[in-house]
């Protein structure tokens, strides 16, 4: 972690001089000793291998582009139902179960659908989501949707370290 750390303190501050590497290398240390003291962060029991610590960040990332799409397109979907005088809203609330085995991957799951326009997610009770959508055509697919498949998928990546109490939720 202490060369993560002191990756991004040069990058975030966009130039190497050897004041800023000194001082990004002491920083950088004492957030290491920090995650191992206080956060209980031991990297051996918790590396992913660089492999799949590669294909995990990518799917991260596409997870960021695909959320990032579909709160564009839930906005338009949202202003058309603002601005058309002949559509009725049918406003509408479901309850389903993703299929999701962490935590994390619920909070972000509910965070998702909360943020993208047009759905609130109100209530997590165990595995089961109840979700208000402004419009039943919202409500359509939301069990198996793109933010399901791709929380799946990084599950997948990291399902040997759930097993092994490494990715703790």
């Known amino acids: 972690m202490f060369i993560i750390f ?7 501050n966009s130039n190497l001089t050897w ?3 000194i001082i990004g290398a002491a920083v950088s240390l004492l957030m ?3 995650l191992r ?3 209980n962060y031991h990297p051996q ?4 291998g660089l492999g799949r610590t590669l294909l995990f960040m990518g799917l991260i990332v596409k997870y960021i582009a695909i959320l990032i799409i579909e709160i564009i397109k839930a906005n338009c979907t949202v202003i058309k139902f603002i601005l058309s005088a002949r559509y009725e809203i049918e406003p509408a609330v479901i309850t389903f179960d993703p299929g999701l085995r962490t935590n994390a991957a619920q909070v972000v799951l509910a965070n998702s659908i909360t943020i993208t326009p047009g759905t609130i997610t109100a209530n997590i009770d165990g ?3 109840t979700v208000h959508c402004l419009d039943k055509s919202l409500a359509e697919g939301i069990e198996d ?7 799946k998928a990084i599950e997948a ?3 040997d370290d759930i097993t092994k109490g490494g990715m703790e939720c």
């Open 6 to 12: 002191w990756v991004i303190w040069i990058i975030f």
């Open 19 to 21: 004041q800023i590497a």
């Open 32 to 34: 290491d000793l920090f």
């Open 37 to 39: 003291k206080f956060l």
């Open 45 to 48: 029991t918790k590396a992913l």
């Open 127 to 129: 595995d089961r989501f």
């Open 145 to 151: 949707s793109v933010f399901v498949r791709q929380l």
């Open 157 to 159: 990546i990291a399902s």
